[in-house]
Nanobody, 115 residues
Framework: QVQLVESGGGLVQLGGSLRLSCAASRSIFSFNYMAWYRQAPGKERELVALAHKGGWRNYADSVKGRFTISGDNAKNTVYLQMNSLQPEDTAVYYC?????????WGQGTQVTVSS
């Protein structure tokens, strides 16, 4: 059973930075891709950033230039560096790993941006 454990969320001021971590129970390169999603209150879960094992990255338009997804296979960990945070970035952030056709999810970590 795959386990994903997120950490690094918290309260940050407008314009601040946070780095989220997602520790996987096995090599991150064993998955087709790993991604970060977020869900704000009253909204649907949305894709924030995705990293394919082939090397390409994909970002939501709303975070391009501010967020960066990266990985450290030696630590089985994927990161989401978030800079220039805005109140609209407030959400629960979820780590996702895809091993087609299976999806795995972490428990989520809260990010709150205060203005």
């Amino acid at each position: 059973q795959v386990q994903l454990v997120e950490s690094g969320g918290g309260l940050v001021q407008l314009g601040g930075s946070l780095r989220l971590s997602c520790a996987a129970s096995r090599s991150i390169f064993s998955f087709n891709y790993m991604a970060w999603y977020r869900q704000a209150p009253g909204k649907e879960r949305e894709l924030v950033a995705l990293a394919h094992k082939g090397g390409w990255r994909n970002y939501a338009d709303s975070v391009k230039g501010r967020f960066t997804i990266s990985g450290d296979n030696a630590k089985n960990t994927v990161y989401l560096q978030m800079n220039s945070l805005q109140p609209e970035d407030t959400a629960v952030y979820y780590c996702n790993a895809r091993e087609t056709p299976q999806d795995y999810w972490g428990q989520g970590t809260q990010v709150t941006v205060s203005s």
